[in-house]
């Protein structure tokens, strides 16, 4: 009876030590970045929305929310390793897309606290700079899925 419990012990210890990433290649790539590409376009449509309807405070919680997601991203993606030189080109890409959408988050999230504090030009400023970053940021991971088909 006492080596059964001992060998449960031994075998979750195995299976812990384990890496996560040992059958990562291009097709996990795909998948990482599938998943947070749409967590992030949600954001990025709450962001929008709330610009929409004027509501500075929603629309700077959502942009800290939408960096956030693009920095938890950003990391996933790193964790990657792909198999092909494609799958490392495209890795390139989503980090520096992803790098991209992290900024446009912390631009549209200033842009958000100038509008409550009543500065209109850097409102506008700012939220045209995030706007940049998330189109360079689009372009950039439309490229990197492109090369993950």
Do not use: E
Request: hydrophobic residues 50%; without cysteine; aromatic residues 6%.
């Amino acid at each position: 009876m006492i080596r059964s419990p001992l060998l449960v012990v031994a075998a979750a210890a195995l299976l812990l030590g384990l890496p996560t990433s040992a059958g990562a290649n291009d097709a996990t790539l795909r998948t990482t970045l599938n998943s947070w590409s749409k967590k992030v376009g949600v954001d990025a449509h709450s962001v929008a929305l709330a610009a929409q309807r004027r509501h500075p405070r929603r629309m700077t919680y959502s942009a800290k929310r939408f960096y956030r997601d693009a920095l938890h991203a950003r990391a996933a993606v790193a964790a990657q390793k792909p198999s092909t030189a494609k799958g490392a080109r495209a890795r390139r890409l989503a980090l520096t897309a992803f790098a991209d959408y992290a900024l446009a988050g912390s631009k549209w999230a200033a842009s958000g606290q100038a509008r409550l504090a009543h500065r209109r030009a850097a409102s506008i400023a700012d939220a045209n700079a995030g706007a940049r970053y998330a189109r360079t940021g689009d372009t950039l991971l439309v490229a990197a899925g492109k090369l993950l088909r």
